[in-house]
């Protein structure tokens, strides 16, 4: 939660961003100066935001070992002044309520082999990129580098998925742990799309595969009224309760795309086709 000057409470993170980038649009900014990099940033936070926090709750409530682990955390962060007796209520609780939501969000067991592919090919993406490179669009962090910490973060500590990325790309671990204070990194953006790293078309290609045709897929069973969206993501069959928020996200992306400057969508057009992006994007 931001307390904004106007006195106003805000708490989605991705506007949060945006509006404090208006107030404050010559300090530090998170966002690449180039309009092209700067969508493809959004829609690769927008893709960890709101995809691969899937990861992070599957792995968290699908055992009882990192549902204690996480869950403990949780609750003893947020009432700190709580004996070890009345704690284990609260976490005993709070595990329940989690683990009956993870439907709502796609965290199935019918799911899990779709959800568990995505995590490790994450952590394949990054592995070899952050041995060469600091940040997805240069040498500061953006709004997507922030977006992939944001659930990284969380996994890098859960007993399960911490297992895995220690395994599976331990310097992608120790990336994690460095965006966790930038506060004296002053670097530069990259000039163009041809300087782009492979991570960054290899994160599109995921955005291509599972995020996006879940995004179309989520949006046409809410418009046709059917409450489950069923959709072949990867070869597998997935299907959750729609989503109503991330048909919002869905209309952004979409907005987002509509709206760049005609060269700035044209640079794109190559790039996002080859990842499969473009068919979701263009109405």
Same mark, same amino acid.
């Given at each position: 939660?931001?307390?904004?000057? @106007? ?19 010559? *300090?530090? +900014?998170?966002? &690449? ?9 959004? =829609? ?7 995809? =691969? ?9 699908? +055992?009882? +070992? ?21 704690? *284990? ?11 009956? /939501? ?6 199935? &067991? ?29 040498? /500061? ?11 990284? #973060? ?15 790309? &331990? /310097? ?10 930038? +506060? ?13 790293? &492979? ?16 995004? #179309? ?33 869905? @209309? ?32």
């Amino acid at each position: 939660v931001v307390q904004f000057p @106007d006195g106003e409470y805000r708490t989605d993170s991705s506007p949060i961003i945006h509006d404090l980038e208006k107030l404050h649009p010559t *300090t530090r +900014s998170v966002i &690449p100066a180039d309009p092209a990099q700067a969508f493809l940033s959004d =829609l690769i936070e927008d893709m960890a935001d709101e995809w =691969l926090t899937k990861c992070l709750f599957h792995y968290r409530f699908s +055992s009882s +070992s990192d549902s204690r682990s996480g869950a403990s955390w949780v609750i003893d962060d947020t009432y700190p002044a709580t004996t070890t007796a009345e704690l *284990t209520p609260l976490v005993a609780a709070f595990i329940e309520r989690q683990v009956a /939501r993870m439907p709502l969000v796609g965290c199935t &067991p019918a799911n899990a082999p779709i959800i568990e592919l995505f995590y490790v090919t994450v952590l394949d993406i990054l592995e070899p990129f952050v041995a060469t490179d600091q940040f997805l669009f240069g040498t /500061r962090p953006s709004l997507a580098d922030f977006g992939l910490y944001g659930q990284l #973060n969380t996994l890098a500590r859960d007993p399960t998925p911490m297992a895995i990325m220690r395994e599976r790309a &331990p /310097r992608t671990e120790h990336w994690v742990r460095r965006l966790d204070d930038l +506060s004296g990194v002053n670097g530069k953006w990259l000039t163009g799309l041809n300087d782009l790293s &492979p991570a960054v078309d290899e994160l599109l290609g995921l955005a291509g595969r599972f995020y996006l045709p879940f995004l #179309n897929a989520n949006a046409q069973s809410i418009d046709v009224g059917d409450p489950a969206v069923k959709v072949v993501l990867d070869g597998h069959a997935y299907t959750q309760p729609v989503y109503r928020y991330q048909a919002k996200c869905y @209309d952004y992306l979409l907005r987002r795309f509509d709206g760049l400057p005609d060269e700035a969508r044209e640079r794109l057009r190559p790039l996002l086709d080859k990842a499969n992006c473009l068919p979701y994007l263009t109405r």
